[in-house]
């Protein structure tokens, strides 16, 4: 690719074409390209080809933004719930006036316009055609790429900036990385092979399903247990071009919320909701967030950013940053393989974590289904495969987990899909160092030691139900419907009704859990979660391991964490007397 430009030392030296040759510093040396299965090459786009890009300029104050988060997340910090409000953030984490400027010139230098910021000033979305992208970021080459009805706009090659640039940009959305593909399925049609792997599941065959009474029954929820306060409010967000119908909603609740007071309508809708058929995912989300945090007002983000040259989960985290009021509880079902991920990336999206524990958000995400996740590294031997965000430090992460007598409104055990490990990039942070530190310490089986970063953030923190649920989609009940993506809306509803009862006394909502909860649990009044101790996750299907990932153990363990919510103990471990 690249051509004798004259030796222009670390810099990484690319030729768009005969005439044009440009020296410049890649932002993301790391990141992939991968077109994901299923995706074909559909050629170049024309020049004038319309291309949204997305900034993400280079902030002040991260580190006083750290240290923020760690004040107002901890119980015994004096700061504790001073939450600041999104133009307070934004005067902690904007651009220096130095960093703006240099952006902006170099854009405009290009004839580059048509751009819009976000309250907190750290982002640009600017339209341009695909001769203007190519001309100001030197080696990206725009092609399209296809997928049965979807089209991506994506760069196969790397891009760079000017060398003065690199101080001001952390790194540019839209070239590289494609929507996220996770999806749940009805696990119905998969039943009968996974049999032999789950025997203690039995044999199945007239399982009734969880329900929201099965979860209100299994985690102590009465019918009192709903939400009352105005302003309270809950949201899912979803990124996979799948929509719910109110009317599915509707039917959820008319078939399976006779017990308890609750809502049917989502209250608002952030985004494009398309008039095509539901998807299994979307109805799942907002059915059980709206029956678990009953009563209280719900809006789902749908498919932000469905210009086929954004990145819709980027697109989230600018209308999070663009938005004065946004609900107090996020569940979101979403997840890529960290080594798919530039470091770049996800140290700017950990730190758009920040900001929103910085305001009292509380940020859920599930942890995959993959279990331990597994990965051909160079040498042909196998490692385990984190995802992120479900690893970052400044999320809570939810596992799943399955009755242990299936028929019955038992304990739980681990669900095999369960996703958890140690993050590559991020390392432990300090909250869960006693709790990890036990677990490595005594687990008795521990996977060989070249699978896994024993050093890094570890997850899931905590969690639910995720195996054989009922979901209404497209007027149909469905059953047998699978995945942490269930567990999550579950625990984010609790989490908001927990806030309900904090805004009732006029307490500042939970914000960033962790802190609380592995402080909790640490001092002993461990029995705010039901301790999920069987079972073991899935991981590389190799000798080595055998298709074994991490075993659930006693107290925190990196496949159900530290448990599922025995909600009235939760609920009073994070109500103050
Ligand atoms: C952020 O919100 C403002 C005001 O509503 C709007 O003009 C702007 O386009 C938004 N930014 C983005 C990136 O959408
Ligand atoms: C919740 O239910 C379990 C059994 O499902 C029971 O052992 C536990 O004591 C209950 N907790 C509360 C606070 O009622
Ligand atoms: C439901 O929530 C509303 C406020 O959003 C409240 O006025 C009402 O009392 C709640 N209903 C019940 C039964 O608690
Ligand atoms: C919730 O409502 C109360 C009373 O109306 C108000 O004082 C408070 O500011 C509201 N909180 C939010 C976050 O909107
Ligand atoms: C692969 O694993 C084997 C057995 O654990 C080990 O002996 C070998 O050194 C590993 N190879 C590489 C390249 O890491
Ligand atoms: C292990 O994790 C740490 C961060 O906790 C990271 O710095 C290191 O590079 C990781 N090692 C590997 C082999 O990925």
Redesign the pocket.
């Known amino acids: 690719m690249a051509r004798g430009c004259g030796a222009v030392p670390a810099a990484l030296v690319l030729c768009a074409a005969a005439w044009s040759c440009a020296a410049g510093l890649a932002l993301e040396r790391d990141q992939p390209f991968r077109a994901p299965p299923g995706w074909t090459h559909g050629g170049r786009v024309d020049a004038g080809h319309e291309l949204w890009l997305t900034f993400a300029i280079r902030q002040r104050g991260v580190g006083r933004l750290a240290r923020l988060v760690d004040a107002v997340s901890d119980p015994l910090s004096p700061a504790y719930g001073k939450y600041l409000s999104l133009e307070q953030l934004r005067d902690l984490v904007q651009p220096s006036p130095a960093t703006f400027m240099a952006v902006l010139k170099w854009l405009q230098g290009h004839g580059v316009h048509k751009c819009?910021?976000?309250?907190t000033l750290d982002?640009l979305?600017c339209h341009m055609p695909a001769s203007t992208a190519e001309s100001l970021l030197p080696g990206a080459e725009f092609h399209r790429y296809v997928k049965g009805q979807r089209s991506v706009v994506r760069s196969p090659l790397p891009y760079t900036v000017p060398e003065e640039l690199v101080q001001h940009i952390d790194f540019v959305g839209g070239l590289h990385r494609f929507p996220a593909e996770r999806k749940v399925v009805s696990r119905a049609w998969a039943k009968k092979e996974m049999e032999p792997r789950q025997q203690h599941r039995g044999k199945a065959a007239f399982h009734l399903g969880v329900t929201p009474s099965i979860i209100r029954k299994r985690y102590n929820m009465t019918g009192a247990d709903v939400g009352l306060q105005p302003n309270n409010s809950q949201a899912c967000a979803q990124f996979l071009e799948q929509f719910f119908h109110q009317a599915d909603v509707a039917e959820f609740m008319r078939l399976f919320g006779s017990s308890f007071t609750h809502r049917s309508q989502v209250d608002r809708v952030v985004g494009h909701q398309g008039t095509g058929t539901a998807g299994l995912e979307a109805s799942l989300d907002v059915e059980y967030i709206m029956s678990t945090g009953a009563n209280i007002s719900t809006w789902v983000f749908s498919n932000p950013g469905r210009h086929e040259s954004q990145e819709p989960f980027l697109a989230w985290l600018?209308l999070l940053s663009?938005m004065s009021s946004v609900p107090w509880v996020h569940s979101v079902s979403y997840g890529d393989d960290e080594d798919s991920l530039s470091v770049a990336y996800m140290q700017r999206v950990n730190t758009e974590f920040m900001k929103a524990a910085a305001r009292g958000l509380t940020i859920l995400f599930a942890s995959g289904d993959d279990g331990a996740g597994c990965r051909r590294v160079s040498g042909g031997n196998h490692t385990f495969r984190p995802s992120f965000p479900a690893s970052s430090p400044y999320v809570t992460t939810v596992g799943g987990t399955a009755f242990k007598n299936p028929f019955l409104v038992t304990a739980e055990v681990t669900d095999y899909i369960s996703g958890g490990g140690f993050s590559n990039v991020f390392p432990r942070p300090s909250y869960q160092a006693a709790a990890v530190g036990r677990f490595l310490r005594s687990a008795s089986k521990l996977p060989p030691s070249s699978y896994y970063n024993s050093s890094g953030r570890a997850y899931p923190d905590l969690a639910a139900l995720s195996d054989n649920y009922w979901v209404v989609t497209n007027r149909i009940p469905l059953p047998w419907v699978s995945g942490t993506s269930a567990s999550t809306p579950v625990v984010g509803g609790m989490l908001a009704l927990v806030n309900d009862l904090r805004l009732q006394r006029g307490l500042p909502t939970l914000g960033f859990l962790n802190p609380v909860l592995y402080q909790l649990q640490e001092q002993g009044h461990g029995a705010a979660l039901f301790d999920v101790t069987e079972g073991c996750h899935l991981s590389c299907l190799d000798g080595t391991v055998q298709g074994r990932g991490f075993c659930a153990g006693p107290s925190w363990d990196p496949v159900t964490g530290w448990g599922s919510p025995d909600f009235p103990r939760l609920l009073r471990a994070l109500l103050p007397p």
Do not use: A
Request: glycine share 0%; hydrophobic share 40%; no cysteine.
């Open positions: 819009q910021s976000v309250t982002f979305e600018l663009n």
